[in-house]
């Protein structure tokens, strides 16, 4: 699942957030308690790809994301980015390789300040990292906000936030993403909070920017049926770990971890007659502090047998590229 020539390289990427105890917990229990956001995880992408990051809510997904971008400390393992260490980069270093890696998060009303006009909000990262003059920055912000569909770019920029759509919002927080052209973007559900008619729309602009910026993207999202026009690669998450991971195509045609095979069967299908048996998964996705023994998968898999109770099974390769961690692939 590594490669050397990879823009973004992750290993062995864990973080493990501390749980607060109260006296009677920490009475009878000696040493910490954590949640296991992140278990072990180690992926590559290559420059110009798009891995989407996929799984249900409390998998993990917006940790890792957060951990590549640096707006987290891993709890151990290593980060590459354009073949340089930055786990441990802080203060100036951190904030000058901070133009490269950008994140946009799901809500673009949180990421947006109230009372600062989007022309200044889009400014902002010009500003921090003092770029040009000015003149030549709000010039390259009027410049960015047309190329988002926000025109006339004039109008926009005095705006604030409450007086724009909610589409739009999220083109001005993908715009000053954008503004120091970076190479790699973390977007964390970029879509799901916008209508739909809003969503197709948003997705195609993400595309086209991709393409002229020479962008590199981990794509995080619940929706399986967005990621498969935008990914390239795909990466599923359970519990803290990457339980599969291949090309889109391999990965949506032939499943080889249950867990996998459940999500996609869920997808919807426009056509009734196409319509796959959709399997159900049961039980709740299980508490990230008491984790199932072995295979964390086990009490909610159709598959599962004995050994998966006890052994924890290994990421392995069953056919080019396509990773799975499963006793019993399906493939
Ligand atoms: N700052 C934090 N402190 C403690 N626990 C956290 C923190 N951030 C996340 N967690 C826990 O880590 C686990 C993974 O959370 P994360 O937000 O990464 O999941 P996710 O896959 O992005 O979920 P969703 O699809 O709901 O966004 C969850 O159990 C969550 O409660
Ligand atoms: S290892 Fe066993 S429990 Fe885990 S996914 Fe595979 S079959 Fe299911
Ligand atoms: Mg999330």
Redesign the pocket.
Known sequence: MVSMDSLVRVEGLKKY?P?RRGLIGSLFSRGGIF?R??DDVSFDIASGETLGLI??????????GRLLVRLLEPTEGRIFFDGEDITLLSGKELRERRRKFQIIFQDPMASLCPHMKIGEAVRHPLVIHGIGTEREQKNKVLKMLERMGLSPPDAFYDKYPHELSGGQRQRVVIARALILRPKFVVA??PLSMLDVSVRAKLLELMIELKRELNLTYLF?T?DLSTAKYICDKIAV?YL?KIVEFGRLRDLYLYPAHPYTKALLSAIPVPDVKAKRGEILLSGEIPN?IDLPSGCRFHPRCPSAKEECLVKEPEMREVSSEHWVACHFPLV
């Open positions: 957030f749980v949640i956001a992140v799984g249900e809510s409390g998998s993990g997904k917006t940790t890792v964390d559900e995080i619940h998450m803290g990230p």
